[in-house]
């Protein structure tokens, strides 16, 4: 299993102000996958990158996937405390790793304060 | 249904007793996949499902852990002997492909405490 380390583990920040949080791995993913979980809830889907360099955007959040495709990055403008959650990323192994395919990083507490 | 459901949401458990968790995925969702959650972390995975088949349960902690999927629908998983670092909230999801890689539909999942 290849593990995946996120970062910064917790973050508060005012409304309004900008933010970067980062995935990084020494391996190799074939893509990746960021999901957003509230309390009591399951993780939701927000973006799959697959190319290296890919960039996509989702209204104020920017998701970047590097170019070796060992690293992404979500970049959230002007946020909002509707933003709060639990941002987990979770890479798809290359080219193995097992039939679930999917290795989930501990994920960055994100709290936006009114 | 709309989107998959896990039962129960919660569950207390004396050390040493079995449980049950149910999940139902998506309808016509070929592939289910049981994850455990720690307190502040992110999912583990535990066991896949492709169909009926357990494709893979190398996530499972011990022999205490079994889930089954006889129909290709609705799963369980069940713990006998329950212990306390069972205690996790257990996700369930499913996905309609078979692509590694294909998005997941979690459920809400049950928060089981081992008292």
């Known amino acids: 299993t290849q593990l995946l380390e996120q970062s910064p583990q917790f973050l508060s920040i005012q409304e309004g102000e900008n933010l970067t949080v980062y995935c990084n791995s020494s391996s190799v993913f074939s893509s990746l996958q960021w999901y957003r979980q509230e309390p009591g809830e399951g993780p939701v889907l927000l973006v799959t990158?697959?190319?290296?360099?890919e960039v996509k955007k989702l209204k104020r959040l920017t998701f970047q996937f590097g170019d070796a495709r060992k690293d992404s990055s979500l970049h959230i403008t002007a946020a909002q405390p509707g933003d709060t959650g639990l941002y987990l990323c979770a890479g798809v192994d290359w080219p193995g790793g097992g039939a679930d395919g999917l290795t989930f990083g501990k994920g960055t507490h994100l709290i936006i304060q009114p | 249904g709309a989107g998959v459901s896990q039962s129960p949401r919660y569950k207390v458990a004396k050390r040493g007793q079995d449980v049950a968790l149910r999940c139902d995925p998506i309808?016509?969702?070929?592939?289910l996949f049981w994850y455990q959650q720690a307190l502040g972390q992110g999912p583990e995975f535990l066991t896949y499902f492709q169909n009926e088949a357990q494709l893979d349960k190398s996530g499972l902690p011990s022999d205490r852990f079994f889930a089954e999927r006889p129909e290709g629908s609705v799963s369980t998983l069940k713990i006998q002997r329950t212990q306390q670092e069972d205690s996790a909230v257990y996700l369930c999801?499913?996905?309609?492909?078979?692509?590694?890689?294909?998005?997941?539909?979690f459920g809400n999942g049950t928060r089981l405490t081992v008292t």
């Open positions: 999801a499913s996905s309609s492909g078979q692509v590694k890689g294909s998005p997941l539909h």
């Open positions: 309808s016509g969702h070929v592939s």
């Open positions: 990158v697959v190319t290296g360099g």
